[in-house]
T-cell receptor, first 113, second 111 residues
Framework: ETGVTQTPRHLVMGMTNKKSLKCEQH?????MYWYKQSAKKPLELMFV???????ENNSVPSRFSPECPNSSHLFLHLHTLQPEDSALYLC????????????FGSGTRLTVV | DAKTTQPTSMDCAEGRAANLPCNHS???????VYWYRQIHSQGPQYIIH???NNETNEMASLIITEDRKSSTLILPHATLRDTAVYYC????????????FGPGTSLSVIP
């Protein structure tokens, strides 16, 4: 365990379903991130939350909707996804500032059928 | 785009030192160099970071050139469990920042 917990670990959903991914950290970090990693591709930054405020949205389709209710929790709400959205979704957290590294969760393996 | 360039892949014999290079020629004065690794289908794992000085921890050593335009991650005695993709990134000094990962270096440790 890294201190960043993601649930569920695996998710299979249909294109008309609505589901949510959850990320939780109790490391005292004040910034949280969602990354997407498609097969054999680098990590793609999706969203950045700093002090619970969304500060970055990397042109992500609206079918992905993030939520950060407090500094310890981050959600990614999913609806009407496409098969090409199948990927490993990774959550990370950090303290603000360049001198602090990211702690990643183990990811949620999402398959859209 | 990622601010770093790394070789696509490298091999290393088990028990030998693995030296992974990274070029970051456009690095700014307040940007740190970070190294992470990702073992297949797991989340990336932090290894080490540095600003100007060389750094060492229980996992690895980081050698940063004097002009800071390149660095080398050294795994002193590579084991099979070190087989992974290694990412070199730079992280700036704003209150938040968007860390961009490149394709990294796929290191294979060979028995």
């Amino acid at each position: 365990e890294t201190g960043v917990t993601q649930t569920p670990r695996h998710l299979v959903m249909g294109m008309t379903n609505k589901k949510s991914l959850k990320c939780e950290q109790h490391l005292g970090h004040n910034a949280m991130y969602w990354y997407k990693q498609s097969a054999k591709k680098p990590l793609e930054l999706m969203f950045v939350y700093s002090l619970e405020e969304r500060v970055e949205n990397n042109s992500v389709p609206s079918r992905f909707s993030p939520e950060c209710p407090n500094s310890s929790h981050l959600f990614l709400h999913l609806h009407t996804l496409q098969p090409e959205d199948s990927a490993l979704y990774l959550c990370a957290s950090s303290l603000q500032g360049a001198g602090y590294g990211y702690t990643f969760g183990s990811g949620t393996r999402l398959t859209v059928v | 785009d990622a601010k770093t360039t790394q070789p696509t892949s490298m091999d290393c014999a088990e028990g030998r030192a693995a030296n992974l290079p990274c070029n970051h020629s456009t690095i700014s004065g307040n940007e740190y160099v970070y190294w992470y690794r990702q073992i297949h289908s797991q989340g990336p794992q932090y290894i080490i970071h540095g600003l100007k000085n060389n750094e060492t921890n229980e996992m690895a050593s980081l050698i940063i050139t004097e002009d800071r335009k390149s660095s080398t991650l050294i795994l002193p005695h590579a084991t099979l469990r070190d087989t992974a993709v290694y990412y070199c990134i730079v992280r700036g000094g704003t209150s938040y920042d968007k860390v961009i990962f490149g394709p990294g270096t796929s290191l294979s440790v060979i028995p």
